[in-house]
């Protein structure tokens, strides 16, 4: 059962061009969630997608910054016009639903994509 | 909002116990977990607390004191490759996002 894919692994952009992550939650997951991570911090919500559906995007940027998961294919998580701040390690996590449900907090985190801005 | 506070770094030998303190700030609760990251690397879940008491999974050990707002990860029988970073992360009633504490850096010599 493979686990949480993303890709690439690193990417490097220069400023003001776009970033495009992929995310591939485990097999019968149907809730992402991206994460980053800047050097030596935790990780930081930006948002939390079902298939088609924003859930929750309190931690996404206003501008720029744009999530979807549709109904065939991975996750992406798209960043434009990209500035050297961007620059970090940014994670997908998946869980197989509703965590009152499934009761537990477990989520299955992905290798990540380090994002570095030239 | 949320908000977590763990030590930055803890130090130990190899065979020795260390305990992973974390106290939270939530406007609802429910549940206090714990992640694994060596560097580079992505974060592993190891535990997870909903209820006070103590949880033990192998050499892990987790505690929840929900009156207190308090947790710990005690890790036992310290091995080399338990060196990496180690976060607690609460999720608060309603919501579906964790929201991760800072990370305890943990470095274990021989």
């Known amino acids: 059962n493979a686990g949480v894919m993303q890709n690439p692994r690193h990417l490097v952009r220069r400023r003001g061009q776009e970033a495009r992550l992929r995310c591939s939650p485990m097999?019968?997951?149907?809730?992402v969630y991206w994460y980053r991570q800047l050097p030596e911090e935790g990780l930081k919500f930006m948002v939390y997608l079902q298939k088609e559906n924003i859930i929750d995007e309190s931690g996404m940027p206003k501008e720029r910054f744009s999530a979807e998961f549709p109904k065939e294919g991975p996750s992406i998580l798209r960043i434009q016009q990209v500035v050297r701040g961007d620059s970090a390690a940014y994670f997908c996590?998946?869980?197989?639903?509703?965590?009152?449900?499934?009761?537990?907090?477990?989520?299955?985190f992905g290798p990540g994509t380090r994002l570095t801005v030239l | 909002g949320q908000s977590l506070e763990q030590p930055s770094e803890v130090t130990a030998v190899e065979g020795a116990i260390v305990q992973i303190n974390c106290t939270y700030q939530?406007?609802?609760?429910?549940?206090l977990s714990w992640y694994q990251q060596h560097d580079g690397g992505a974060p592993t879940f190891l535990s997870y607390?909903?209820?006070?008491g103590l949880e033990e999974t192998g050499r892990f050990s987790s505690f929840l004191s929900r009156s207190d707002s308090y947790g710990y990860l005690l890790l036992q029988e310290l091995q080399m490759k338990d060196s990496a970073s180690y976060f607690c992360?609460?999720?608060?009633?309603?919501?579906?996002?964790?929201?991760f504490g800072t990370g305890t850096r943990l470095l274990v010599s021989p």
């Open positions: 939530t406007s609802g609760f429910y549940g």
């Open positions: 097999k019968g997951h149907s809730h």
């Open positions: 996590a998946s869980s197989p639903g509703l965590a009152a449900e499934a009761g537990t907090d477990t989520q299955y």
């Open positions: 992360a609460v999720r608060a009633t309603g919501f579906q996002k964790l929201v």
């Open positions: 607390n909903a209820l006070d």
